[in-house]
């Protein structure tokens, strides 16, 4: 996949549970995406400029397609959830930088929140390490099964109707869990409580952002987030994250 825009085929799409879904795309050329990263998705509807910022959950390199989990949030996606396998779709990507590579001996929390539990998927089956992975929902459960092959899986629901009532790090405590890098993708709040805990366990700590992103490539600064360094493109203590991220240090961004 270059960092163009082209036009790929939907060859298939499901519903995982009220306004997720999943879509496996052909564009061809997936083997350079990496976890972590996203694409953009443009509306057909020439109302809409902006495309939509999606996370690829998988990728199958062999077939030339890549999967997007995601949940409707507005007529964008909306529009997307009623594509069907044959209909064609502009993509741009892959974009930004994903999670790093992990050293097999290494014991590693991958944790997802809500819709930041899809991209976490290629990222259980890419590390080879020790893996625990801990999914965290308010109370729908979705996917839970997908990642049974590449970790030991716990959920957490703040409702209770399934796994551990309450958060991600209820389910840490729970169970006793240790490990000695987090990678991590979810809301801001799941963030910054997870960014606290790695400083305090002293554990090296990679957290993926999600924010509204515009061009993609880094150019319109309308992603911008809060950081300890200034940005040699911005000259202030802003990184791009559509660009420079999602996927920071947690020591680096500011949540």
Known sequence: MAKEKKTAVVRSQERLGDDIFSMWIQPGEVSQARAGQFISVYSKDGSRLLPRPISICETDPGAGQLRMVYR??????????AYKAGDEISILGPLGNGFP????????????GGIGIPPML??????????????????????????GPYGQVFVATED????TKGNVLDAIEEHGLEADI??????????????QYAR?????????????????????????????????HSNV??????????????EEVEL
Do not use: W
């Open 237 to 250: 203590h802003n990184a791009r994250v559509c660009k420079d991220g999602p996927v920071f240090r947690a």
């Open 101 to 112: 590579d992990v050293e097999d001996h290494r014991r590693a929390f991958l944790i997802g």
């Open 160 to 163: 209770g109707s399934a796994g």
């Open 200 to 232: 305090d366990k002293a554990v090296e700590c990679y957290l993926s952002l999600e924010e509204r992103m515009a061009c993609g490539i880094g150019a319109c600064l309308a992603c911008v987030c809060r950081t300890k360094d200034v940005d040699p």
């Open 72 to 81: 409707v949030v507005g007529e964008g996606t909306r529009e997307f959830s």
């Open 182 to 195: 987090i990678m991590a993708c979810g809301p801001a709040p799941m963030l910054r409580a997870l960014k």
């Open 122 to 147: 290629e990222l259980a089956k890419g590390l080879r390490c020790e893996k625990q992975i801990i999914l965290g929902y308010r109370d729908q459960v979705f996917m839970d099964q997908e990642f």
